[in-house]
């Protein structure tokens, strides 16, 4: 039994936005797109299913994959087929959130791609480390067992499919599923993607489902600035990226949040206090205490013993740092020095 883990176990937070309903936020000239039934190819139910996916343009949120694509790799060669509700950082529920207000289209959604993939197994998987949320996480949905995983972050797919049996298994975003049984049942394309918006300068933090292509800063107003941030993050708040122009940065498939702050702490220039945290926890065991350092006295040429090319890009040792630096921008710009 291993004395440590690499990475860090993160403790998710999902109110205020988690206990409020999804708000559909979407539109109305692109919300009505149909897939044209005529093209479906001829080909049984399973190639229906893969073209309706084709047409419908349904991409998987987690990764921004066809879902099309995943469904011609699954065919008649998979042994189960599992939802994907993990959302690997705090404050964010743009996958858990639509698994519970649309239980009926995920069930949907995964036994379209049972039938895909001639299997009859099928799951779900959400985080257990859940501190502060009033929704209860069910122990099935519509009959479908819900498994609970745990890990440390960064965590990967293949640590949390240790949960399940073993065998050739298809994982599909539960936002996916959820478009792929809209596409079935109402010819409806994909033009909308699932985001959790918060921060301490929004208003009224929730989940929004919202037009792909709507600006960040429409996506803002609609939840309301308490306070203008300084700064706007499309992500999580561990890899999310700091935008600059909230009006001309569109949504896309794969924005999983918006996260809008304000701290002044960002700009008061604190200094390393050498705790070691960020050493203790980087999950590929550098030192990012010391890159930072020689980044910041511009003695890149020293860093050849610190190895910051095995850096995975997690955020964690800027996450954890009590001082708020931004130890993660100094060990990727010595990655690539």
Same mark, same amino acid.
């Given at each position: 039994?291993p004395?440590f883990q690499?990475?860090l176990?993160l403790?998710?937070h999902?109110?205020?936005?988690?206990?409020?309903?999804?708000?559909?936020?979407v539109?109305?000239?692109?919300d009505?797109?149909?897939i044209?039934? %005529?093209?479906l190819?001829?080909g049984?139910?399973?190639q229906a299913?893969?073209?309706v996916?084709?047409l419908? *343009?349904?991409v998987?949120e987690?990764d921004g994959r066809?879902?099309y694509?995943?469904?011609e790799r699954a065919?008649?060669s998979t042994?189960m087929?599992?939802a994907d509700a993990?959302?690997?950082?705090?404050?964010?529920?743009?996958r858990?959130?639509?698994?519970?207000?649309f239980?009926?289209?995920?069930a949907a959604?995964?036994?379209?791609?049972c039938?895909v993939?001639?299997?009859?197994q099928?799951g779900?998987m959400?985080?257990k480390m859940?501190a502060?949320?009033? %929704?209860?996480i069910p122990?099935?949905? *519509?009959?479908i067992?819900?498994t609970k995983?745990?890990g440390?972050?960064?965590?990967?797919?293949?640590?949390?499919?240790?949960n399940f049996?073993?065998g050739?298994?298809?994982?599909?975003g539960?936002?996916?599923l959820?478009?792929l049984?809209?596409a079935?049942r109402?010819?409806k394309?994909?033009?909308?993607?699932f985001?959790?918006v918060?921060?301490?300068?929004?208003t009224?933090p929730?989940?929004?489902e919202?037009?792909?292509?709507?600006?960040?800063m429409?996506?803002?107003?609609r939840?309301?600035l308490s306070e203008t941030?300084t700064?706007?993050?499309?992500?999580?708040?561990m890899?999310?990226i700091?935008i600059?122009?909230?009006e001309? %940065?569109?949504?896309t498939?794969t924005?999983?949040?918006?996260l809008?702050v304000?701290?002044?702490?960002?700009?008061?220039h604190?200094?390393?206090i050498?705790?070691?945290?960020?050493?203790?926890l980087?999950?590929a065991g550098l030192?990012p205490?010391?890159?930072?350092?020689?980044?910041g006295r511009?003695?890149?040429a020293g860093?050849?013993?610190?190895?910051?090319?095995?850096?995975i890009g997690?955020?964690t040792c800027?996450y954890i740092?009590?001082s708020?630096?931004?130890?993660?921008?100094?060990?990727?710009?010595?990655?690539g020095?």
């Amino acid at each position: 039994m291993p004395i440590f883990q690499k990475g860090l176990v993160l403790e998710q937070h999902k109110e205020p936005a988690m206990s409020g309903p999804i708000i559909r936020f979407v539109n109305p000239q692109s919300d009505h797109q149909e897939i044209e039934i %005529t093209k479906l190819a001829a080909g049984g139910e399973q190639q229906a299913i893969i073209e309706v996916a084709r047409l419908a *343009e349904i991409v998987d949120e987690r990764d921004g994959r066809p879902l099309y694509k995943m469904l011609e790799r699954a065919l008649d060669s998979t042994d189960m087929v599992i939802a994907d509700a993990v959302d690997d950082e705090p404050y964010i529920s743009s996958r858990l959130g639509p698994l519970l207000a649309f239980r009926e289209d995920v069930a949907a959604g995964l036994d379209l791609c049972c039938r895909v993939g001639s299997c009859e197994q099928k799951g779900i998987m959400a985080y257990k480390m859940i501190a502060d949320t009033e %929704t209860r996480i069910p122990r099935s949905i *519509e009959g479908i067992r819900v498994t609970k995983v745990r890990g440390g972050y960064p965590t990967t797919q293949q640590t949390r499919l240790k949960n399940f049996p073993e065998g050739k298994k298809l994982v599909v975003g539960a936002g996916a599923l959820i478009h792929l049984a809209r596409a079935v049942r109402l010819r409806k394309v994909q033009t909308s993607t699932f985001v959790t918006v918060a921060g301490n300068c929004i208003t009224n933090p929730m989940n929004l489902e919202v037009s792909v292509g709507m600006t960040v800063m429409q996506v803002l107003e609609r939840c309301g600035l308490s306070e203008t941030p300084t700064r706007i993050v499309c992500g999580g708040s561990m890899t999310g990226i700091a935008i600059i122009d909230a009006e001309h %940065t569109g949504v896309t498939y794969t924005t999983k949040a918006i996260l809008a702050v304000r701290e002044d702490k960002w700009d008061m220039h604190y200094n390393c206090i050498s705790c070691g945290r960020c050493v203790q926890l980087c999950p590929a065991g550098l030192n990012p205490m010391y890159i930072h350092r020689l980044m910041g006295r511009g003695r890149a040429a020293g860093l050849g013993d610190y190895d910051p090319q095995l850096c995975i890009g997690c955020g964690t040792c800027s996450y954890i740092c009590p001082s708020k630096l931004e130890v993660a921008d100094s060990v990727r710009r010595a990655k690539g020095s």
